[in-house]
């Protein structure tokens, strides 16, 4: 199915923008490619005065054409909750005439007529809305099947102590002036962590600061033991959820005229890969 690219006129600079992109195949991502480097082009910051958050890009396949999919942002549903305007700022990216990245901010659009044009999980905190991104601006498009599931994650032994990256812009701080996100890790936390669909969570031993909320974790081992067998020359790249809150104790005050604490516990807590999966389910088949 064709689809009109838009054109508009920026700063000087003519961007073209589209609703679908080229689907990168799993396999061949597995094969040549680094998921870091992947999930660096992927990821944005969402601004709204005051408000920053994270989302990142997954292509959902078109019905008519598998090989391509819809720009899909995965954010934490409360960062557009926090947003009262129509629109926000997405600082995207693009590459010019000699390669060079530069900073692209453009208009997402939030609502139309009174109407969210964006989808919320029912149990979470994951938010999905179809994006139109310039051209170029994420030339490799992961397609959804590389969120986990709980077969993936049991398959691979994934346990607490196994190491996670993620992306993010830790109050809107950002890698470069082109805008890219700033990449951080932590280990599993917590245990159990299956069965996602009643676990929903797991903490991640990582501090999570505004700006952060949104962000995707993501697992990436070469060689790895599982299943008894250490899997020379395998890389294993899996994308294992997304940040949503930082996990805060709160002290009950025992004495009179004393007044409850909050501490953050420098804990961030992760909502499921196989939850933003059924996130993006709850959108239209197609942009309308």
């Known amino acids: 199915?064709?689809?009109?690219?838009?054109?508009?006129?920026?700063?000087?600079?003519?961007?073209?923008?589209?609703?679908?992109?080229?689907?990168?195949?799993?396999?061949?991502?597995?094969?040549?490619?680094?998921?870091?480097?992947?999930?660096?082009?992927?990821t944005f910051q969402i601004r709204s005065g005051p408000n920053v958050g994270t989302g990142f890009i997954l292509g959902r396949p078109m019905p008519d054409d598998p090989k391509r999919a819809f720009y899909v942002l995965i954010t934490a549903a409360?960062?557009?909750?926090?947003?009262?305007?129509?629109?926000?700022?997405?600082?995207?990216?693009?590459?010019?005439?000699?390669?060079i990245w530069r900073r692209a901010e453009i208009q997402l659009p939030l609502s139309k007529d009174g109407r969210r044009?964006?989808?919320?999980?029912?149990?979470?905190?994951?938010?999905?809305?179809?994006?139109?991104?310039?051209?170029?601006?994420?030339?490799?498009?992961?397609?959804?099947?590389?969120?986990?599931?709980?077969?993936?994650?049991?398959?691979?032994?994934?346990?607490?102590?196994?190491?996670?990256?993620?992306?993010?812009?830790?109050f809107g701080a950002e890698g470069n002036d082109a805008g890219f996100p700033v990449l951080r890790s932590g280990k599993i936390a917590s245990y159990p962590i299956t069965p996602a669909k009643s676990v929903k969570t797991f903490l991640?031993?990582?501090?999570?600061?505004?700006g952060n909320s949104g962000g995707p974790v993501y697992f990436v081992a070469h060689n790895r033991m599982y299943g008894g067998t250490t899997h020379l020359g395998e890389t294993t790249q899996i994308l294992l959820g997304?940040?949503?809150?930082?996990?805060?104790?709160?002290?009950?005050?025992?004495?009179?005229?004393?007044?409850?604490?909050?501490?953050?516990?420098?804990?961030?807590?992760v909502v499921h890969a196989s939850l933003i999966r059924s996130t993006i389910a709850l959108l239209p088949p197609s942009p309308r």
């Open 1 to 42: 199915m064709p689809l009109r690219t838009q054109l508009r006129r920026c700063a000087a600079s003519i961007i073209l923008f589209a609703l679908s992109g080229q689907l990168l195949a799993q396999d061949q991502s597995q094969r040549l490619l680094n998921l870091n480097v992947l999930m660096m082009e992927s």
């Open 204 to 210: 991640f031993d990582f501090n999570v600061f505004p």
């Open 78 to 99: 409360h960062v557009l909750e926090a947003i009262t305007e129509p629109s926000a700022t997405l600082v995207a990216r693009m590459k010019d005439e000699s390669g």
């Open 242 to 269: 997304i940040v949503v809150e930082q996990k805060l104790y709160r002290q009950r005050a025992q004495e009179l005229y004393k007044i409850d604490q909050v501490v953050p516990l420098a804990l961030g807590q």
């Open 117 to 170: 044009l964006w989808v919320k999980h029912p149990d979470v905190d994951v938010a999905a809305i179809y994006v139109n991104l310039p051209t170029g601006s994420v030339p490799n498009l992961l397609p959804d099947s590389f969120l986990a599931t709980d077969e993936m994650l049991e398959q691979l032994e994934i346990a607490p102590g196994d190491e996670l990256l993620c992306l993010g812009f830790p």
